[in-house]
């Protein structure tokens, strides 16, 4: 009796042909469009916006990254040149937000930008999305002594910042980038511990492991 495949032969065998199969969908679907009137065809439109949404939201994922690794050129290039920023206070050139941010940043350990729900309507080349995040941020506290007691010690504050984005997009020159972008804070909150960080793996700059991966 011959023995049964082991699970990854299953796999591997199952791979060559889903990857055929999600191939040959793709084509039909645009076969089908240039079929039933070319690029103002529903499949040809829902196709377009399905490679829309899916660049927009790389795009949103680029502002993340770009932040955590102090990558200035890949963070600006979320917007226009001429898009703006509005963080709640004076609305601003993306770039100009991006250097205040940079130099904000700089004072602290660490920090991370997790982009979670993203709502995209795209309508031809522009776009509007809204996007949750949330940001946490490691900073050193200094020692605090009152009266000659010692109240706190040096330790580290973690700040969590919970709110989202309202992006306006729209595609010049084949390439989707950000007008408008208007933050909203929902709420945030600050907590303290009398212990040092541990030392991080990650970097805030091109020596970052994943840049062995990723080139931008």
């Known amino acids: 009796m011959s023995r049964l495949p082991s699970f990854l032969t299953v796999a591997r065998r199952r791979a060559t042909w889903v990857a055929p199969l999600a191939a040959a969908c793709l084509m039909g679907v645009v076969a089908s469009a240039q079929r ?19 660049q927009i939201r790389e795009q949103i994922y680029n502002y993340s990254r770009g932040l955590d690794r102090m990558d200035r050129a890949l963070a600006v290039q979320v917007w226009h040149p001429d898009g703006t920023a509005d963080y709640g206070g004076t609305v601003t050139k993306g770039s100009e937000f991006v250097d205040r941010a940079f130099r904000m940043h700089e004072s602290f350990i660490s920090h991370t930008h997790h982009m979670i729900d993203t709502i995209i309507r795209v309508d031809g080349d522009t776009a509007v999305s809204e996007t949750y995040a949330n940001s946490s941020m490691l900073q050193k506290t200094a020692e ?10 040096q330790g580290v504050s973690v700040t969590l910042i919970r709110g989202r984005y309202a992006d306006k997009w729209s595609k010049r020159n084949g390439r989707w ?12 909150t600050v907590e303290q511990f009398p212990s040092q960080p541990r030392p991080s793996a ?5 020596t970052d492991p994943s840049y062995g991966i990723y080139q931008h």
């Open 202 to 206: 990650g970097k805030r700059d091109r």
């Open 36 to 54: 039933s009137g070319g690029g103002d065809s529903p499949d040809a439109r829902a196709l377009a916006d399905l490679v829309a949404k899916d």
């Open 144 to 153: 605090r002594v009152v009266q000659g007691v010692l109240v706190q010690p």
């Open 177 to 188: 980038a950000i007008d408008h972008r208007k933050y909203i804070e929902d709420f945030r």
